[in-house]
């Protein structure tokens, strides 16, 4: 009698937390994008990797983690981009990713913000990443966002000394991941 209770007890137990756990959302590779735009350039980069375990009713347990590749850079110019990806600026061989990891999700109006670390070069940065999620027939959705970070922040470029140019590292990136279940 009492294996009975016990395994009643663990079934239970396991068929309880698979209603309480966020739901693990899985990227389209292929069809997210991360566009970044500084002073007059614009580009890309691709290969986004991301785990998304993401559950509007159940944020205190939800996570994200997203990587890209830094040598998928592009930014219409062959010279440029080869040049962005030296020790100059991204060192992609010395740092080929560029990682967030969310350490608490929290609703904010319409959208969420994930807060976590940004590392990029060799730097980690606490951030606030805004995001929205659409979600349609409970196994598709996208998640997009707008976040600002600042390139001498993470030694991607050098601080200015010309008062003029202050704030010319201001890099503004547009994220959207198409998800499935």
Avoid: C, R
């Avoid at 756990?21 to 069809?31: M, R, S, T, V």
């Avoid at 196994?139 to 010319?168: L, N, R, W």
């Amino acid at each position: 009698m009492k294996k009975i209770i016990l395994s009643i007890t663990i079934i239970s137990a396991f068929a309880v937390s698979a209603f309480t756990l966020p739901a693990l959302w899985k990227a389209d590779d292929k069809n997210s994008t991360v566009s970044w735009e500084i002073s007059d350039k614009k580009g890309t980069f691709t290969n986004l990797a991301a785990t998304l375990n993401f559950d509007k009713a159940n944020l205190a347990d939800s996570k994200i983690t997203a990587a890209i590749d830094v040598k998928t850079l592009k930014a219409g110019n062959e010279k440029l981009e080869a040049h962005l990806l030296t020790a100059d600026f991204f060192d992609a061989e010395k740092f080929p990713k560029i990682v967030f990891t969310s350490t608490e999700i929290k609703a904010d109006g319409a959208g969420y913000i994930a807060k976590g670390t940004l590392k990029m070069k060799d730097s980690t940065k606490v951030i606030s990443l805004p995001f929205t999620f659409t979600e349609s027939d409970k196994i598709k959705g996208i998640f997009s966002g707008t976040m600002t970070v600042m390139a001498t922040d993470y030694g991607v470029m050098k601080p200015q000394k010309d008062p003029s140019k202050v704030g010319a590292d201001k890099v503004m990136i547009y994220l959207t991941v198409p998800v499935t279940k």
